[in-house]
């Protein structure tokens, strides 16, 4: 069955190679870049690689948090339902850590971005038969400070990205027990793949982009995810499995989502 797909970060890298093989499959595709050029310069390359005319995209620069609720509003006058949404947009380095918010920018691309679009977006998803959430997390996971969440300390690169990463997994078992109709699955799309961000971060890379984008693409439509929301797919071990001990904890999940509800939440 043909599904309607919005994949965050699809201009570049594993999102970008997910969105091109689901278009080829014939789905129809909201993509999203925080660059408008750069959006619409993959959405006509999309478009000419599949011979699949349904598809679109959004912009939003995910370090600026009133471009996101902006950006919610704007797909939710377009769109009457989403089937799958995958979190996928990331950051790992950048030149300025800090967002105009005083947020580090990790935490609000990696984590609270994706935290106010999905429940932005709650509504459309359930309007779906099969309703899938993807979040992309990372074998990087390290315990969330509450202080480095709020913006009232540093840290470097490697320390925010794998606190950033531990959130939306954390916040991804939560979002599986919130919302029982909806399939949400944290993922790690396996370590080291050749894209702009690992090359940047470590110069090097393991496996091939395709790693990720196929295990994407998987997990968004395949039938045999149907029953495993609020489960951890690890990609470095081809299979559903453990993760950080924190994501077992509901007194720390709880912590975690009444931080991020005081900072985001839909009444702020
Ligand atoms: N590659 C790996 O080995 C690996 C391992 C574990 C987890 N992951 C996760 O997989 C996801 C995709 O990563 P990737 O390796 O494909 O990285 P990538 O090639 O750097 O692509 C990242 C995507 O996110 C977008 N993005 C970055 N900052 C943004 C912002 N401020 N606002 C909106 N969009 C923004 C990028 O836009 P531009 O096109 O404008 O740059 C691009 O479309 C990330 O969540 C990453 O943490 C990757």
Not at 47 to 68: C, E, P, R, W
């Amino acid at each position: 069955m043909k599904k309607v797909i919005l994949i965050t970060g699809s201009t570049d890298g594993i999102g970008k190679l997910a969105a091109l093989k689901l278009a080829r499959e014939g789905h129809t595709m909201y993509l999203h870049g925080r660059n408008a050029d750069k959006l619409e310069r993959v959405i006509e390359e999309l478009k000419s690689d599949t011979n699949n005319q349904n598809i679109n995209g959004f912009v939003a620069d995910f370090s600026d948090l009133h471009a996101v609720r902006k950006m919610s509003e704007e797909i939710k006058m377009e769109l009457s339902s989403i089937d799958v949404l995958v979190n996928n947009a990331g950051i790992f380095k950048v030149n300025n850590n800090i967002t105009d918010d005083g947020l580090d920018v990790r935490m609000a691309v990696n984590y609270l971005a994706p935290y106010i679009l999905t429940n932005a977006l709650l509504p459309l998803l359930r309007q779906s038969d099969n309703p899938r959430i993807i979040n992309l997390s990372s074998a990087a996971q390290s315990s969330v400070s509450t202080e480095f969440l709020k913006g009232n300390k540093q840290l470097p690169d490697q320390a925010a990205y794998a606190q950033s990463k531990l959130a939306i997994l954390m916040w991804s078992f939560h979002l599986a027990e919130q919302e029982p109709d909806i399939t949400a699955i944290p993922l790690n799309p396996g370590s080291l793949l050749n894209t702009n961000m690992v090359r940047e971060a470590y110069g090097k890379f393991w496996s091939s982009a395709d790693k990720g984008a196929d295990i994407i693409v998987d997990l968004s439509i395949s039938q045999q995810h149907d029953n495993m929301s609020g489960k951890y797919f690890d990609n470095d071990k081809g299979g559903y499995g453990k993760t950080h001990p924190d994501a077992y904890d509901k007194g720390i999940i709880s912590g975690l989502i009444e931080v991020t509800e005081d900072m985001v939440g839909s009444n702020k």
